[in-house]
């Protein structure tokens, strides 16, 4: 089984990719056999071509809100995944706007994408979603597009949160306790936004849920004029925390930063332990596409809760 990685494929808000200072191609994970790709943006499927990414391979595509320079992409990233739509696979996880839209912004995924997916889901905030091994949580953000959410992945080797854009509160910060890895998108030097983070923002967030890794991404024009790098190193040294300005194309390997014998899904925990947690809550399982078994069960697309 190959080593799960993270790859930033753009680092940039809107500002920043509209000038090329950063691109804004999204971010993929890979672990245990599987593949995510998040909010990608502008040049997402061009990006993931330069770095040997195979858009085939998506598990899931993951879109947080319906602004361009986290969706622009998605749509022909589903045709990429699905040959137009000929071999309908994968699941879509995103927002509610960026398939509905709303009273000020239009839908972003059209109509025939729609069907070229095997799954749709528009969770709400604290709502889990299974994929196998892997169990994803939609979190609560505060931002312009009022639906907009973050997620925090659950694996066997590492818990992952990515806050999406995002305002500061005890109450969405409070959702990233527990995880190993923080991406925390942060647009913002020093003004202040009731829709994202700046750096005095991140370093709340840092002292409060104490994570082994933090990587900084979506930076705007004074962030970037500032220097990311110089940034990460002050975060770190006034929080203890190692903070990694994110460039495009980095790439980490997260289960180095995984907590020891700290257990991770539910399917981890003593049977017990399991069956208290299972009757506590919902879990949505997805089987995901098996592109070794074209047989396995075409239009079958019940979801079964646990």
């Known amino acids: 089984m190959a080593e799960s990685k993270i790859l930033f494929l753009g680092t940039g808000t809107g500002g920043a990719s509209n000038q090329q200072l950063r691109a804004s191609g999204g971010i993929v994970i890979q672990t245990h056999g599987y593949q995510f790709f998040l909010d990608p943006g502008p040049g997402a499927l061009l990006r993931a071509k330069q770095f040997g990414i195979n858009a085939r391979l998506n598990t899931a595509i993951l879109v947080s809100h319906a602004h361009l320079n986290h969706c622009n992409d998605a749509n022909i990233l589903i045709s990429s995944m699905t040959h137009d739509g000929i071999d ?3 699941v879509l996880i995103s927002n509610k706007t960026f398939v509905s839209g709303s009273e000020s912004i239009n839908p972003v995924l059209t109509k025939f994408h729609q069907k070229c997916v095997e799954r749709i889901i528009t969770p709400d905030p604290g709502q889990k979603i299974g994929i196998e091994n892997v169990e994803i ?5 505060q931002h312009s597009d009022s639906s907009a959410i973050g997620f925090k992945f659950f ?6 949160t990515y806050s999406s854009d995002t305002a500061y509160s005890r109450e969405i910060v409070e959702q990233y306790q527990q995880s190993d890895i923080l991406i925390l998108n942060m647009p913002n030097f ?7 983070l700046n750096v005095e923002d991140v370093k709340k967030i840092i002292r409060k849920v104490q994570p082994r890794l ?3 991404t979506h930076f705007g024009l004074k962030v970037i004029h500032k220097d990311p790098l110089l940034i990460a190193r002050s975060i770190h040294r006034e929080t203890g925390i190692q903070t990694i300005a994110a460039k495009d194309g ?4 997260p289960q180095s930063y995984s907590a020891e014998l700290r257990q991770k899904t539910l399917n981890l925990y003593p049977s017990e332990k399991a069956k208290e947690l299972k009757e506590e809550s919902e879990e949505l399982r997805i089987q995901p596409h098996n592109p070794e078994s074209e047989t396995a069960s075409q239009g079958n697309n019940d979801l079964s809760f646990l």
Request: glycine share 4%; hydrophobic share 45%.
């Open 214 to 216: 933090v990587l900084l």
């Open 250 to 253: 980095l790439l980490i390997a």
């Open 155 to 160: 694996t066997k080797d590492f818990i992952l």
């Open 137 to 141: 949580h939609a979190l609560k953000t």
């Open 88 to 90: 309908p696979k994968g």
């Open 190 to 196: 020093d003004k202040k936004s009731d829709s994202n």
